[in-house]
């Protein structure tokens, strides 16, 4: 069952104090002689009052029309006069301010020009009485017309912030799942390129030479270890509970020959500068890259030589991988090889540059900056 209102329980409390207050007048109205607008006049009055909501301006006008025409020819003197004063505020509350504040003055004039007449009906004090209620429910229809709208603003502010939050909240896990999947495909892809290249050479070294065969089952099987660390890693962001403490990948700058003996390629290393104090979130991109690079020599170049070097100097740490192999040039739009490179370049405000040589193969240069934040791209 639908509930009344407030604004109707008010205006049936005032329809029944109005209602009331005239049976009492016509019960004891003494020497006065009530007529048919004694009792017409309220009950259109006390009616349209119910229809102030929808209808403000109208229901004020007619309200005024009726108390004006009552107190002039009725025989009883009634409290109908409380129907403009809830009139007026409700034109007001619902920004009729103007039509609330024109109409009200009308009638104070009006009253003032009946008053000049020679018969005085109301003396001094409630005259002006009648106008000070009837710029109060003006001004306190004004006032709560004010309160809802900014009640609605700050409702709306909070809407609109936690709209922002969640799609915030969005993109980050957007962020972070293509973090994620950069993270696996570099650690996946890597290792398993390169345990496919130990897997080859064991098994020509089974029928020439068994000796080579162990070593690389032996790297195999290091490389696997390493896989399945880094891995745990990786997937155990998705449960890391403190995201402020970064922690340090499995392999690392400081270990780099570790790094490019996984590889199964031949690599010269030039270093220049100290590896073993770079910040994490450097060192884990300076590692990504180098093992992508890597893994791009050895699937796409046609070669099993390269060249690495790191130069860290001045507040920056520039990588290079090159080979001079006859391979064709990587394609970066069949995966996320040198797109989640350069990616990894750009989160640390740095660059990543990657193209054939002129002299042939191919050359990947990266500049990692040590002292620009990241801004969360692992």
């Not at 301010?97 to 109301?122: D, F, N, P, Y």
Request: with cysteine; hydrophobic share 45%; aromatic share 4%.
């Amino acid at each position: 069952m639908r509930r009344p209102s407030t604004s109707t329980i008010v205006s049936l409390v005032v329809i029944a104090a109005t209602l009331v207050g005239v049976a009492v007048t016509y019960a004891f109205g003494g020497a006065e002689q009530p007529n048919a607008l004694d009792l017409v006049l309220p009950i259109i009055g006390c009616g349209v009052l119910l229809l102030r909501e929808r209808y403000p301006v109208g229901v004020l006008i007619l309200v005024m029309v009726v108390v004006a025409v009552y107190y002039r020819y009725a025989g009883l003197d009634g409290p109908l006069a409380i129907l403009p004063f809830v009139a007026l505020y409700t034109a007001a509350d619902r920004g009729h301010l103007t039509a609330a504040i024109a109409i009200g003055a009308a009638s104070v004039l009006g009253m003032g020009i009946g008053e000049t007449g020679g018969v005085r009906h109301v003396d001094n004090s409630l005259f002006l009485m009648i106008a000070g209620w009837e710029v109060a429910a003006i001004a306190f229809g004004g006032v709560t017309r004010n309160r809802r709208a900014y009640l609605r603003a700050v409702e709306q502010r909070a809407l609109e912030a936690e709209r922002s939050k969640e799609e915030e909240a969005r993109r980050r896990a957007s962020e972070e799942r293509l973090r994620i999947a950069r993270e696996l495909h570099d650690v996946l892809g890597h290792n398993i390129s390169m345990m496919n290249v130990q897997a080859a050479a064991a098994l020509h070294g089974l029928k020439k030479r068994p000796e080579d065969a162990e070593t690389a089952l032996r790297t195999i099987k290091d490389t696997s270890k390493e896989t399945l660390r880094e891995l745990r890693t990786t997937l155990g962001v998705l449960r890391q509970v403190d995201e402020d403490a970064p922690t340090r990948p499995a392999g690392s700058l400081a270990r780099v020959d570790a790094l490019v003996a996984a590889s199964g390629l031949e690599v010269r290393t030039e270093l220049s500068g100290p590896l073993d104090a770079v910040p994490a979130e450097v060192d884990l991109a300076a590692v990504r890259i180098i093992s992508e690079s890597l893994t791009n020599v050895s699937r796409h170049s046609g070669t099993t030589q390269a060249t690495l070097t790191i130069n860290n100097a001045s507040g920056n740490i520039m990588i290079c991988v090159e080979d001079d192999g006859p391979g064709a040039t990587y394609d970066e739009g069949s995966g996320f090889g040198l797109q989640g490179m350069r990616e990894r370049a750009t989160a640390l405000g740095g660059t990543l540059e990657a193209g054939p040589r002129a002299e042939g193969g191919f050359r990947v240069v990266a500049h990692l900056p040590l002292n620009q934040p990241s801004n969360g791209a692992g």
